[in-house]
C-alpha cells in the first residue's frame, strides 16, 4: 500500500470530490473537535454508520485525515463504486451474509496492521453495517482485533479516533449534519493484556471504543425517543428552533437524557408526568403529518379527475403539475401565519388554556434541558 506523493494526491482530490458533492447535498455540515485528531501517528479511525456511501464521503472530506476505508467486498463488483474505491486504496471486508469467503479476511487485516505499521491511517465502520437506528447499535471487534494486532506487530504511538455522523434529516434534500471528532484512544492499556489474554483484552477495548463512539453520536434509545426529545428541545430553546445550530441541539439532547435520568431516579412519578405532557404534545403533530400524508395524495387525484371532466386530460395534466407547486406555496404561508398572534376572532378561552398548557409543559422541560447553552 503505496503513501507515497500520488496516494496523498489522490487522497487530496477525493477529499475535494466529497466536499463539492456534500456541500450540494446539505445545506450546512458543521464540523466539531476537528484538532482532536493527532498527527504524526497512525491512526485507526472508528465513526458510527447511518447512511451507506455518505458517511465515508463525510470522513474523508471533514474530519482533516486522510484514511483508507474498509468497505464491504460486494461493493468492489459495483461498477460505479468499484473504481472509487480502488483509487481510495479502499480494502474489502468479506462477509458471511454477502456469501463471501470469511477466511480472506485475514489478508485484509494483515494489510491494515502493515498499514498502520508504516504510519497510515485506516478508517471502520465497527457497527458492521449501514443501519436506520436513532442511536449507534452493539460494534462488532473489528476495529479492536485491527488496533490490537497493529500494535502487537509495530505500530507505535496507535491512536483510534472516534467519529461521530449526526444526520437532522438524512433522507430530506438541504438538511444539515454534524460531524463530531472525538477525544482519541489509547489502546496501550489493553495491548498490555492481550498477549495473555487475547479475548479480554478484544471485549475491552471494543466496550472503550463503543464508549467513545457513544460520546459524539445521537444518544437515543428508540425513535419515540428521539421524536420526544427533539420536541423538548423545541420548545425550550428561544426564537426559530431551525436556526439553532446542530451541534447545540446535540448538546441539548444529551443534556436532557441526563437530567431525565437523574430526575427518573430520584422522583419517578415526576419524570413519567413528564413524558406522558411530550406524548400529549406530540400526538396532534404526528397526526397532522400522518394525515397529510394520507390526505393530500388522494385530494391531488380527484382535483385531477374532476380536471379531466370538465376540461379534457390538458386540464387534468395541468392540476396534476400545479398541485404540489400550489402546496408549498400554501404550506409557506401558514408557515408564516402560524408565527403571527392568534386572531383578535379566536376565542379567549381557548386562547388562554392553549396558553397555560404550553407554559406549564415549557417550565418541565426547560427546567430538565436547562435552557439554551
Not at 116 to 142: D, Q, R
Not at 196 to 205: D, T, W
Not at 297 to 319: D, S
Not at 330 to 352: K, M, N, Y
Amino acid at each position: 500500500m503505496a503513501h507515497g506523493p500520488l496516494r496523498h494526491r489522490a487522497d487530496d482530490v477525493g477529499a475535494g470530490l466529497a466536499r463539492f458533492v456534500l456541500d450540494v447535498f446539505f445545506r450546512d455540515v458543521e464540523v466539531i473537535g476537528k484538532e482532536r485528531a493527532p498527527r504524526g501517528v497512525p491512526l485507526l479511525v472508528i465513526a458510527n454508520h447511518v447512511n451507506n456511501l455518505i458517511d465515508p464521503m463525510l470522513v474523508m472530506g471533514y474530519t482533516g485525515v486522510r484514511p483508507r476505508f474498509l468497505a464491504k467486498s460486494t461493493l468492489f463488483k459495483h461498477p460505479l463504486v468499484a473504481p472509487a474505491l480502488l483509487l481510495l486504496g479502499a480494502l474489502p471486508v468479506y462477509r458471511r451474509k454477502d456469501g463471501a469467503p470469511v477466511s480472506r479476511n485475514i489478508e485484509t487485516f494483515t494489510r491494515c496492521r502493515v498499514a498502520l505499521a508504516e504510519g497510515a491511517t485506516i478508517a471502520i465502520f465497527p457497527e458492521g453495517y449501514s443501519h436506520n437506528e436513532p442511536g449507534s447499535v452493539p460494534l462488532k471487534t473489528g476495529a479492536a482485533r485491527i488496533a490490537l494486532e497493529a500494535g502487537a506487530h509495530g505500530a507505535p504511538g496507535l491512536r483510534v479516533l472516534p467519529v461521530g455522523l449526526v444526520y437532522e434529516d438524512k433522507e430530506h434534500f438541504r438538511s444539515r449534519v454534524l460531524v463530531q471528532v472525538g477525544e482519541p484512544i489509547d489502546p496501550a492499556p489493553d495491548q498490555a493484556v492481550y498477549a495473555r489474554a487475547p479475548r479480554e483484552a478484544v471485549k475491552s477495548l471494543t466496550a472503550r471504543i463503543a464508549a467513545g463512539l457513544s460520546s459524539v453520536t445521537a444518544p437515543f434509545a428508540s425513535w419515540e425517543e428521539a421524536r420526544l426529545i427533539d420536541r423538548a428541545v423545541d420548545l425550550a430553546v428561544e426564537g426559530d428552533p431551525a436556526t439553532l445550530p446542530l451541534s447545540q441541539r446535540w448538546s441539548l439532547w444529551r443534556s436532557f437524557i441526563a437530567r431525565y435520568a437523574e430526575i427518573e431516579k430520584a422522583d419517578p412519578e415526576r419524570a413519567q408526568r413528564l413524558v406522558e405532557a411530550l406524548r400529549r404534545y406530540d400526538e396532534p403533530a404526528t397526526f397532522k403529518v400522518m394525515g397529510a400524508l394520507l390526505f393530500f395524495p388522494v385530494w391531488w387525484a380527484l382535483e385531477a379527475g374532476v380536471a379531466r371532466v370538465l376540461g379534457g386530460p390538458w386540464a387534468a395534466l395541468a392540476v396534476a403539475v400545479a398541485a404540489p407547486a400550489a402546496g408549498l406555496v400554501s404550506l409557506r404561508i401558514h408557515d408564516r401565519q402560524r408565527r403571527r398572534p392568534l386572531a383578535v376572532g379566536t376565542r379567549f378561552a381557548e386562547r388562554a388554556a392553549l396558553r397555560d398548557s404550553r407554559a406549564a409543559l415549557l417550565r418541565q422541560i426547560r427546567d430538565v434541558v436547562g435552557g439554551r447553552p
